[in-house]
C-alpha cells in the first residue's frame, strides 16, 4: 500500500478559487474554483511563470519569453465560447450507416462507459425504422447520430495514436477522419440546440442526454458539458434512476440492469464536472445506491464501472471535506484528520479492486489497461488530497510524475478500441493539478533529463489526442497551455545550457514555440479579482475543407469494415456481419452503404434537411 500522506498542520491552505473577468465589455466575470484549468492556467502564470523574469534579470530571451508567454495565457483565458446558431432539428442517420456500428460499439465501447443496452437499443432500431415525421423519436435520433460519432471518434483516436510515429501516413488519415466525425458532430450539435426535446421523464430521453455529455466533453466546451449534465442530471431525477433498486417488482431484470449502469455512468461523470468546471456535485452519494456486489458475474468491465462509482463517492468527500465553499475542514487540525481518514478509505477502495500500486508503479509489469485507469484515477485523487498543504512539494512532484507515467504508460498498452476513449475521458475528467507541479519542478531547473523527457512525450500524446478537435475542448486547451509551458522550459533550458557553456538536453518539438500558438482575433486582455471564498466555430482545427465530398463517403464504407472488437489482433480488421445479420428489414444482405445515399446524407445534413428514410426531403432543404 501507498504510504498515507503525513502533513503539516501550519501549512494548510484552504484551496479558494478566483473571478476572472475579460475586458469585453461584460461586467462581473465568472468565478472559478481552485482545480478548473481557467484557474490553474492563471495560477501558474502568475505564481510560476511571471516571476522567472525577475529570476532572469537582464536577459533579452526571457524578458521576451514571459510576457508572450502571459499574453498567450491571457488569449487562451479569453477565447469565445462556441455559440450553436443552426437550430434545425437533428437528423436521423441512415440505417446503413448505424447497422455497421452496432456491433463494434457495444462489443468494445459501450461496456467501459455502458450508455445503453444492446438489446433495448437494436429494439427502438428496429421500431424506429417504421417512424417518420411527428412519430420520430428524436430521442434515438440523437442516441443513433451520437453512437456513430463515438464509434467513429475512438477509431480515429486509435489510427492516429498507432501511427504517431508515421508522418507521412498522418496528415491525409487525420484530414478524413476530421471530416467523417465532424458531420456527425454537426448533428449532435443540433440535438443540443433542441434539447427541450428532452426533457420529458424517460429513461431514453436520460440517455440521449448522457451520450451529449459523452460527446461535448470530447469535442465541445466545459460550458456545454456543464449544462448538458444538468439537464441530464434533472431528467434522471424526474424518472427516479438513481432509485433503480427499487424498480424490481416494475420492470424485468436487464431493464435493471441498464438503469444501473446509467445511474454509475451519471454519477462518474458529475465528479468530472465537478473538478473541471469547479461547481459542487449534482448528485449525492446519499441518493445513488452502488451496489455491494461488484462481482457482476465475472464481467471485467462491470467491475471496473463498480469501483469507478466507488470512487465517485470518495471524491465527493474529497470536495465536501476540502474544496467546497463551506468546507468540513477549515482548519488545519480538521484538514489533518480529513486527508488521513480519507486516505484509509483509498487504501481500502484498492485493496477492494484488487490493484496492487507497486506493480503498477513497476515500468516492466504487465498491468491491464484497466488497473491502469483506476490507478491514474487513484493518483489524481492523492494529489488532490496534499496539494494545499505547502509543505509537500516533493510529494506533489511525485505524485504528479506518476500520473503522468501511468497516463503515457496507458497509451503504449495494447488497448482495446473502447479503451482509447479511455484516455481521452481521463484528461477531461481530471483536474490538472498535475501539470502544475510538474512543470513548476522542471522549470525551476530541478527536474532531470528523464523529467524533461516526460514532458515532452505529455505533450506529444496530447497533441495526438486532441488533433482536429475544437479549440474550447477541454484538452484542446489542456494541449495549447501545455505548449506554452513546454516554449518557457525550452527557454529557459536554453539560457542555461549558454550560462554553462556545456551540452545539456533540450525538448524539441515543431510546435512548442509560444509565438506558434494561434492567438484569438478578439485580442482581448483579461484581469482578475481575488475571492475570499453553433457555431462560431473557433476552432476546428483542421482545414476548412468541404464535409461532403464523395471521397469521404468511401473512406466511411471502408471504416466501417475496419473497426476492430476485443478478442480480434489489432491488425486483423474485424469483418461484420451481413446487414440482415441484426434484422434490418429493407437492406440487402449484400448492400454496403453506398457512397450515393452516404453523399446524400451528408450533403442533406450540412443543409439541414430532414431524412425521410429513403432520401432528404429537398423541398424543406431549399426552403432553408
Known amino acids: 500500500m501507498a504510504p498515507p500522506p503525513q502533513v503539516n498542520i501550519a501549512e494548510f491552505r484552504k484551496p479558494v478559487g478566483q473571478f476572472l473577468s475579460v475586458q469585453s ?35 533579452k530571451t526571457m524578458g521576451e519569453v514571459v510576457p508572450l508567454a502571459h499574453h498567450k495565457i491571457e488569449c487562451l483565458l479569453g477565447r469565445d465560447d462556441e455559440l450553436i ?7 436521423s442517420p441512415p440505417y446503413s450507416v448505424l447497422e455497421p456500428m452496432i456491433e463494434p460499439y457495444f462489443a468494445a465501447i459501450n461496456p467501459y462507459f455502458p450508455v445503453w443496452s444492446k438489446e433495448n437499443f437494436v429494439r427502438l432500431a428496429l421500431a424506429s425504422q417504421y417512424s417518420e415525421g411527428p412519430d420520430e423519436d428524436h430521442a434515438f435520433v440523437i442516441c443513433s447520430n451520437n453512437l456513430i460519432l463515438m464509434t467513429l ?53 436520460v440517455q440521449a442526454l448522457l451520450s451529449l455529455c459523452v460527446v461535448a466533453q470530447e469535442h465541445l466546451s466545459s460550458r456545454l458539458f456543464k449544462m448538458l449534465f444538468g439537464l441530464a442530471a ?48 449534482s448528485i449525492s452519494k ?8 461488484v462481482k ?27 474544496y467546497s465553499y463551506k468546507p468540513r475542514a477549515e482548519s488545519g487540525e480538521q484538514a489533518q484528520a480529513a486527508v488521513s481518514k480519507i486516505d484509509l478509505q483509498l487504501q481500502q477502495w484498492l485493496l477492494e479492486s484488487g490493484i496492487n500500486i507497486v506493480d503498477v508503479q513497476d515500468t516492466g509489469a504487465q498491468v491491464p489497461p484497466t488497473n491502469l485507469e483506476l490507478s ?14 505547502q509543505d509537500r512539494g516533493l510529494e506533489r512532484v511525485e505524485l504528479a510524475r506518476k500520473y503522468i507515467k501511468l497516463l503515457l504508460q496507458l497509451r503504449q498498452s495494447a488497448l482495446e478500441l473502447g479503451q482509447y476513449p479511455v484516455l481521452s475521458r481521463l484528461l477531461a475528467s481530471h483536474p490538472a493539478l498535475y501539470l502544475k507541479e510538474f512543470f513548476a519542478h522542471v522549470v525551476s531547473g530541478r527536474g532531470d533529463d528523464s523529467d524533461l523527457q516526460l514532458l515532452q512525450s505529455f505533450v506529444d500524446m496530447l497533441q495526438t489526442i486532441t488533433e482536429s478537435r475544437e479549440e474550447m475542448a477541454h484538452n484542446t486547451r489542456l494541449h495549447d497551455f501545455s505548449l506554452v509551458l513546454l516554449s518557457v522550459v525550452n527557454a529557459t533550458q536554453s539560457q542555461v545550457r549558454n550560462r554553462q557553456k556545456g551540452p545539456q538536453p533540450s525538448l524539441t518539438s515543431s510546435k512548442c514555440s509560444v509565438s506558434t500558438l494561434p ?62 445479420g441484426l434484422g434490418f428489414p429493407g437492406v440487402a444482405a449484400n448492400n454496403d452503404c453506398s457512397t450515393d445515399e452516404l453523399v446524400a446524407f451528408m450533403e442533406g445534413l450540412e443543409r439541414g434537411s430532414p431524412f425521410d428514410g429513403t432520401g432528404f426531403l429537398s423541398s424543406t432543404a431549399e426552403s432553408r
Open 286 to 293: 446519499f441518493d445513488v445506491h452502488i451496489t455491494s456486489d
Open 25 to 59: 465589455g461584460i461586467s462581473g466575470g465568472r468565478y472559478f474554483g481552485p482545480t478548473c484549468l481557467e484557474f490553474l492556467m492563471h495560477d501558474m502564470d502568475t505564481l510560476v511563470i511571471q516571476p522567472l523574469q525577475d529570476s532572469w534579470l537582464e536577459n
Open 296 to 322: 457482476r458475474n465475472g464481467d471485467r468491465a462491470a467491475v471496473q464501472l463498480v469501483a469507478r462509482a466507488r470512487l465517485a463517492e470518495i471524491e465527493e468527500t474529497i470536495y465536501s471535506d476540502i
Open 519 to 580: 492567438t484569438p482575433g478578439s485580442g482581448t486582455s483579461l484581469h482578475h479579482h481575488s475571492s475570499g471564498d453553433g457555431d462560431h466555430d473557433n476552432g476546428n482545427r483542421s482545414n476548412r475543407t468541404s464535409l461532403f465530398q464523395e471521397a469521404h463517403a468511401h473512406e466511411l464504407a471502408k471504416l466501417t469494415s475496419e473497426l476492430v472488437v476485443p478478442g480480434m489482433v489489432d491488425d486483423d480488421p474485424f469483418t461484420f456481419p451481413e446487414p440482415a
Open 153 to 205: 471518434a475512438a477509431n480515429s483516436l486509435r489510427s492516429r495514436l498507432a501511427r504517431q510515429m508515421q508522418s507521412t501516413h498522418r496528415s491525409r488519415s487525420s484530414s478524413v477522419d476530421s471530416d467523417l466525425t465532424r458531420t456527425f458532430l454537426t448533428n449532435a450539435k443540433r440535438a443540443i440546440k433542441n434539447t427541450e426535446l428532452l426533457l420529458s421523464p424517460r429513461l431514453i430521453n
Open 234 to 281: 434533472q431528467c434522471a431525477n424526474s424518472i427516479g434512476l438513481h432509485q433503480w433498486d427499487h424498480a424490481q417488482d416494475q420492470v424485468s431484470e436487464d431493464d435493471i440492469l441498464e438503469r444501473q449502469n446509467v445511474s454509475y455512468c451519471l454519477y462518474i461523470l458529475d465528479k468530472a464536472v465537478c473538478w473541471t468546471t469547479g461547481r459542487s456535485p
Open 376 to 389: 491514474i484515477a487513484f493518483y489524481s485523487l492523492r494529489l488532490l488530497l496534499v496539494s494545499s498543504f
Open 85 to 91: 446558431q443552426d437550430g434545425s432539428a437533428p437528423t
